[in-house]
């Protein structure tokens, strides 16, 4: 069984950071695409950031400049950076996976979420 387990979340005052991480466990083949999303109360799920396996990586205009995601293939693992924290960044934060689970077959994950609240 394929799991997303995601850590870093908490209460941050506006301009900090904080930084999330998230480690594909299970059995597969190999991670594809990975992202970060977030949802505030009474909105829809939105892209945060995502990287390729290869690197290549998109952004959220909101977050352009603030935020980096990145990967490490060896662990199975995708980090965001979360610099100059906003009170509208706060949300709860979900990971996102694409796994070749077989051969042929690709299944998408999400991690548990996690909460993040800016707020002095």
């Known amino acids: 069984q394929v799991q997303l387990v995601e850590s870093g979340g908490g209460l941050v005052q506006p301009g900090g950071s904080l930084r999330l991480s998230c480690a594909a466990s299970?059995?597969?083949?190999?991670?594809?695409?990975m992202g970060w999303y977030r949802q505030a109360s009474g909105k829809q799920r939105e892209l945060v950031a995502a990287?390729?396996?290869?690197?290549?990586?998109n952004y959220a205009d909101s977050v352009k400049g603030r935020f980096t995601i990145s990967r490490d293939n060896a662990k199975n693992t995708v980090y965001l950076q979360m610099n100059s924290l906003k009170p509208e960044d706060t949300a709860v934060y979900y990971c996102?996976?694409?796994?070749?689970?077989?051969?042929?077959?690709?299944?998408?994950?999400w991690g548990q979420g996690t909460q993040i609240t800016v707020s002095s």
């Open positions: 996102n996976a694409k796994i070749r689970v077989a051969l042929g077959r690709e299944s998408e994950y």
């Open positions: 990287i390729t396996r290869g690197d290549s990586t």
């Open positions: 299970g059995i597969f083949f190999r991670v594809n695409d």
